[in-house]
């Protein structure tokens, strides 16, 4: 652990354990008692404890588990807003709108991209905004904006992932910035979004780039739900892709930055949008080379997956552990138990991820001295039908999921276990392994 006291460091396995087992950010439920509830406080207002701390000691675990993987780190923004819970609120800025309490959380995740699966955290920064009037935006130097994160998020994916096979960094529109392609890290390659119609140092622009070339191949892609009651769609979308050098933007100083970039141009544009449908217009702006049809529908793939970051921040809002809910006070002990929080929301993924089978390790979650234990407590939760064995791998992760599913009350039938199911067997299965690290006199229950 990266505490500078093992009392705190020990403190904090237990907490993200509780935040992952109870699947709320209640204090009062996480610590059970009201002596628990007193030391939930006391370790989120230790000198020891910061979100850097913190979020060092989950992206080491992550490192662990992405050592010879080819790893996706997707980065992004959420907002947690206080509108109408801000009364007594101590140390936050305003929100997005400018008015309301509130603060940003960004977070980097690292995805497997063989399996599609989420591994854990890379990197976090969690802050508020002054109420202070700023200067002009483009009279201030990046470090200086919230856009810099974005740029610190390349480093830490890189530095963290140091001994990954291979890491490409995805961002959405927000991510179009020209200093994110001229500053990556030699390791990094890049999928962002393009958000802007960039100028091109060999005259023209970004948009009209591809206009004059021929689609490489179209293919079928599946369009997520954009709203209640959308239940999404099928488009037909076209490929194309080209080489493109993107202009230093002129209100940049040349000693920021190249005068221009190379870089790839991937374009899916849909063709025969049904009515009342916005056609598909995707610009991926990579470092990855494109010379086929197969790598740009790698490069599409790729960019797709950014989704999880979504569904991070789902399971940490209110379709979860309800973070923006949390009657805490204090914003700095606000910021540590969101940091705790996107350990416990990217566990449920886990466990959900890995429900119809799947290769990460069952090392993920927890630790390798409970494979006995796991072994006769699936044994025990199977039944006399072939549906209700356990067909996974007793050193995987989908094996740790359906026992966490059965005891969540999963009966192998009818729909997959969902993040409540396993929530709640995850909560039993955390509670039978404390039992059986007592009864074996283990020290370390070893659960990560």
């Known amino acids: ?112 991209v063989a399996c599609e699966a989420m591994v854990g955290l890379v990197d976090a920064e969690i802050w508020t905004r002054s109420a202070d009037r700023v200067t002009s935006r483009r009279s201030r130097a990046i470090e200086d904006k919230e856009s810099a994160r974005w740029l610190s998020g390349c480093q830490a994916a890189a530095s963290v992932l140091s001994e990954a096979a291979e890491v490409t960094m995805v961002a959405d529109r927000e991510g179009d910035i020209y200093l994110l392609f001229a500053r990556k890290p030699k390791r990094l390659h890049l999928i962002v979004r393009s958000g802007q119609d960039r100028s091109l140092a060999n005259e023209g622009s970004l948009f009209t780039a591809l206009a004059a070339a021929q689609p490489l191949g179209s293919r079928t892609v599946q369009v997520a739900p954009r709203g209640p009651g959308d239940k999404g769609r099928k488009a037909i979308v076209e490929l194309y892709a080209g080489g493109v050098r993107i202009a230093r933007p002129p209100n940049m100083r040349r000693s920021e930055a190249p005068d221009e970039v190379e870089l790839t141009l991937v374009e899916v544009r849909e063709i025969d949008a049904p009515p009342g449908k916005t056609p598909i217009l995707w610009r991926l702006l990579t470092t990855h080379s494109v010379a086929c049809v197969a790598d740009a529908e790698d490069i ?109 009350g999963w009966n192998c039938y009818y729909k997959p276990p969902g993040p409540k199911t396993m929530r709640d067997g995850w909560s039993r299965l955390a509670a039978t392994l404390e039992g059986y690290a007592l009864a074996t006199q283990e020290q370390n229950p070893g659960i990560p």
Request: charged content about 25%.
């Open 1 to 112: 652990m990266s505490f500078g006291d093992i009392r705190v460091a020990e403190r904090a396995d237990w907490l993200i354990e509780r935040v992952a087992t109870a699947g709320t950010l209640v204090l009062r439920k996480l610590g059970e008692t009201r002596a628990g509830e007193k030391a939930v406080h006391r370790f989120l207002s230790s000198p020891y404890v910061s979100v850097d701390r913190i979020v060092e000691t989950l992206a080491a675990r992550t490192a662990q588990q992405c050592v010879g993987c080819r790893v996706l780190a997707v980065q992004d923004t959420t907002e947690i807003n206080f509108a109408g819970r801000d009364k007594k609120r101590r140390g936050f800025g305003p929100a997005g709108d400018g008015k309301t309490p509130g603060f940003f959380i960004h977070p980097v995740v690292a995805i497997d």
């Open 300 to 408: 599409v793939r790729l960019y797709r997956l950014r989704w999880r970051i979504e569904q991070t921040f789902r399971a940490l809002k209110s379709d979860g552990l309800a973070l923006d809910d949390s009657q805490l006070a204090d914003a700095e002990r606000m910021f540590n138990l969101a940091a705790i929080g996107l350990a416990g929301a990217i566990r449920t993924i886990q466990l959900v991820d890995a429900r119809d089978g799947g290769p990460r390790p069952a090392s993920d979650v927890i630790d390798t001295n409970f494979t006995t234990a796991l072994e006769r407590l699936s044994k025990k939760l199977e039944g006399k039908t072939s549906r209700q064995k356990n067909p996974h791998p007793s050193d995987s992760l989908a094996f740790i999921s359906w026992i966490a599913a059965r005891l969540g």
